[in-house]
């Protein structure tokens, strides 16, 4: 049985090399590997004795050789590849012991050069890494000195299966593609160190992976001091939500929420229906606007604290206006789509990934559940509050007319909660509203308390056992109710 050990983090090599040997492996390696294991007296060979090739150009040219490969890569259930390995005088290799130049940590010290960046790009690791753990079902890849003991182990235990050595495999090339990654990011400059994250003991970076011209990162910023991991955050879902409008729209968001949208036939009706929905809220928050800031709509802006303007293109006039602001960042960039269909996000271990929420209210397809039936301008106010609704923050409430929001709850842990705090915002505004849920209500008091807040017409998914409870006392009290199908949950 033969080893190839060739690291660059050295925890734990020694005393796996010498239990390697105690099980019978023959170790081969390379470099400063090479030398740590001599120096702690274990039997080792190098692998110019496998390639019968010195070691060229400060190394690195030594393991790009058939000899290293072919023993890596052949089948050992394909007589042809056998003969092969007969002919050419080539002896399998069955354990990999691999990790890579410090790419990152090198690109990460101040000042560092592009020659420095570049020495530290591994090209054998990776190439003896994805060669053997693509064959895995012959060879075992070990990546992390975390891996170690449980390798061992196994190998003592006669259970280093094909099962194990595939779960090492998509170890590996998890691995070499974020360490591809990182290399894409420091050449491409795609990768900025920020401030802070979101407290000032954090830290924090962007990591652009798309050049698309449709996606924040890729914002042209026309004005102000660099944007925080925060703003970022906030610009983001600002943007989500305005790009959704093909009418002016004005998307004020604080702390991941709207807290206030507006509508109207022009930008600046928009933006003054956005800041009535919520004119404490709004201040220092993130505004995105989905059409050309004109000199109106800026001097509205302008009279109040931002931290961030979002558009797809501002007048001269308005640049005149908000610039004479010296710390407000105004972004430019493309309103479409991201094409990008998936999203994830980190957690413990890993991320995780899911396609976008795309759900769109199809007004064709609505179940109209209670006999009073919405007007056309609660129709209309129905659908932008639903819209809303799925870019607030679970247990989501929004409340609103055919204009703008009039109040918003966001993130509660039980929906008469959220309804609460919707309807103390809302009672600042006159007039009739309507409301709208990101989820069914598992029993009617969510309606009885809209009753109490003199709402006439809801929407929501529907699906609850006790659906008819809602239903029936919608009916009793004149309001009309209507379901989607379609649930709009945001963690």
Same mark, same amino acid.
Request: hydrophobic share 40%.
């Given at each position: 049985?033969?080893?190839?050990?060739?690291?660059?983090?050295?925890?734990?090599?020694?005393?796996?090399?010498?239990?390697?040997? @105690?099980?019978?492996?023959?170790?081969?390696?390379?470099?400063?590997?090479?030398?740590?294991?001599?120096?702690?007296?274990?039997?080792?060979?190098?692998?110019?004795?496998?390639?019968?090739?010195? =070691?060229?150009?400060?190394?690195?040219?030594?393991?790009?050789?058939?000899?290293?490969?072919?023993?890596?890569?052949?089948?050992?259930?394909?007589?042809?590849?056998?003969?092969?390995?007969?002919?050419?005088?080539?002896?399998?290799?069955?354990?990999?012991?691999?990790?890579?130049?410090?790419?990152? @940590?090198?690109?990460?010290?101040?000042?560092?050069?592009?020659?420095?960046?570049?020495?530290? %790009?591994?090209?054998?690791?990776?190439?003896?890494?994805?060669?053997?753990?693509?064959?895995?079902?012959?060879?075992?890849?070990?990546?992390?000195?975390?891996?170690?003991?449980?390798?061992?182990?196994?190998?003592?235990?006669?259970?280093?299966?094909?099962?194990?050595?595939? *779960?090492?495999?998509?170890?590996?090339?998890?691995?070499?593609?974020?360490?591809?990654?990182? %290399?894409?990011?420091?050449? !491409?400059? *795609? @990768?900025?160190?920020?401030?802070?994250?979101?407290?000032?003991? +954090?830290?924090?970076?962007?990591?652009?992976? #798309?050049?698309?011209?449709?996606?924040?990162?890729?914002?042209?910023?026309?004005?102000? $001091?660099?944007?925080?991991?925060?703003?970022?955050?906030?610009?983001?879902?600002?943007?989500?939500?305005?790009? $959704?409008?093909?009418?002016?729209?004005?998307?004020?968001?604080?702390?991941?929420?709207?807290?206030?949208?507006?509508?109207?036939?022009?930008?600046?009706?928009?933006? +003054?229906?956005?800041?009535?929905?919520?004119?404490?809220?709004?201040?220092?928050?993130?505004?995105?606007?989905?059409?050309?800031?004109? +000199?109106?709509?800026?001097?509205?802006? !302008?009279?109040?604290?931002?931290?961030? %303007?979002?558009?797809?293109?501002?007048?001269?006039?308005?640049?005149?206006?908000?610039?004479? $602001?010296?710390?407000?960042?105004?972004?430019?960039?493309?309103?479409?789509? @991201?094409?990008?269909?998936? =999203?994830?996000?980190?957690?413990?271990?890993?991320?995780?990934?899911?396609? $976008?929420?795309?759900?769109?209210?199809?007004?064709?397809?609505?179940?109209?559940?209670?006999?009073?039936?919405? #007007?056309?301008?609660?129709?209309?106010?129905?659908?932008?509050?639903?819209?809303?609704?799925?870019?607030?923050?679970?247990?989501?409430?929004?409340?609103?007319? !055919?204009?703008?929001?009039?109040?918003?709850?966001?993130?509660?842990?039980?929906?008469?909660?959220?309804?609460?705090?919707?309807?103390?915002?809302?009672?600042?505004?006159?007039?009739?509203?309507?409301?709208?849920?990101?989820?069914?209500?598992?029993?009617?008091?969510?309606?009885?308390?809209?009753?109490?807040?003199?709402?006439?017409?809801?929407? +929501?998914?529907?699906?609850?056992?006790?659906?008819?409870?809602?239903?029936?006392?919608?009916?009793? /009290?004149?309001?009309?109710?209507?379901?989607?199908?379609?649930? /709009?949950?945001?963690?």
């Amino acid at each position: 049985m033969k080893a190839l050990l060739s690291v660059s983090n050295k925890t734990g090599i020694e005393s796996f090399a010498a239990a390697l040997v @105690e099980e019978g492996y023959e170790l081969y390696s390379t470099g400063g590997t090479y030398k740590a294991l001599v120096d702690a007296n274990i039997t080792v060979k190098s692998v110019s004795e496998l390639t019968n090739f010195s =070691e060229i150009m400060d190394g690195r040219v030594k393991t790009l050789h058939p000899a290293i490969h072919g023993g890596i890569l052949a089948d050992r259930d394909n007589p042809k590849h056998l003969e092969e390995l007969k002919k050419n005088n080539i002896e399998t290799i069955d354990l990999v012991v691999v990790n890579l130049y410090p790419f990152k @940590e090198t690109v990460r010290k101040a000042n560092v050069t592009e020659s420095e960046a570049i020495e530290n %790009i591994d090209i054998g690791g990776p190439t003896m890494l994805r060669a053997a753990a693509k064959n895995f079902k012959h060879v075992t890849t070990v990546v992390d000195p975390f891996d170690y003991d449980e390798v061992i182990t196994r190998i003592k235990s006669n259970t280093l299966d094909e099962k194990f050595r595939k *779960s090492l495999m998509i170890k590996v090339f998890r691995h070499t593609n974020d360490y591809d990654q990182a %290399i894409v990011n420091h050449f !491409s400059q *795609s @990768e900025e160190i920020l401030r802070y994250g979101e407290n000032p003991h +954090q830290t924090a970076r962007s990591v652009k992976t #798309s050049d698309d011209k449709n996606t924040l990162l890729n914002a042209e910023i026309l004005h102000g $001091k660099a944007l925080s991991y925060n703003n970022l955050r906030d610009a983001d879902s600002a943007l989500a939500l305005a790009r $959704k409008f093909d009418a002016p729209v004005a998307v004020a968001v604080k702390h991941m929420n709207p807290c206030g949208v507006g509508t109207g036939d022009s930008l600046s009706e928009a933006f +003054q229906n956005a800041y009535e929905a919520d004119s404490q809220s709004i201040f220092g928050g993130i505004v995105a606007l989905n059409k050309t800031v004109d +000199q109106e709509t800026a001097e509205k802006l !302008s009279k109040i604290f931002l931290e961030v %303007i979002i558009a797809p293109n501002y007048t001269e006039e308005a640049l005149e206006i908000l610039t004479i $602001k010296k710390n407000i960042r105004l972004l430019k960039m493309d309103f479409s789509d @991201e094409a990008k269909s998936e =999203e994830m996000v980190s957690v413990s271990g890993g991320y995780l990934v899911q396609s $976008k929420d795309l759900g769109k209210l199809d007004m064709n397809h609505l179940e109209f559940v209670t006999d009073k039936k919405p #007007s056309d301008d609660e129709l209309k106010a129905l659908a932008l509050t639903w819209e809303v609704a799925k870019h607030v923050k679970s247990n989501a409430i929004v409340l609103g007319n !055919s204009k703008h929001t009039t109040g918003i709850g966001a993130g509660q842990m039980n929906r008469v909660g959220a309804l609460k705090i919707a309807a103390e915002r809302s009672s600042k505004t006159k007039g009739e509203v309507v409301l709208a849920s990101d989820g069914f209500f598992p029993m009617p008091d969510t309606v009885q308390l809209a009753h109490d807040n003199g709402i006439k017409a809801i929407i +929501q998914p529907g699906g609850s056992k006790r659906d008819q409870e809602s239903i029936d006392f919608c009916n009793e /009290h004149g309001m009309a109710m209507v379901f989607t199908g379609m649930r /709009h949950f945001k963690h």
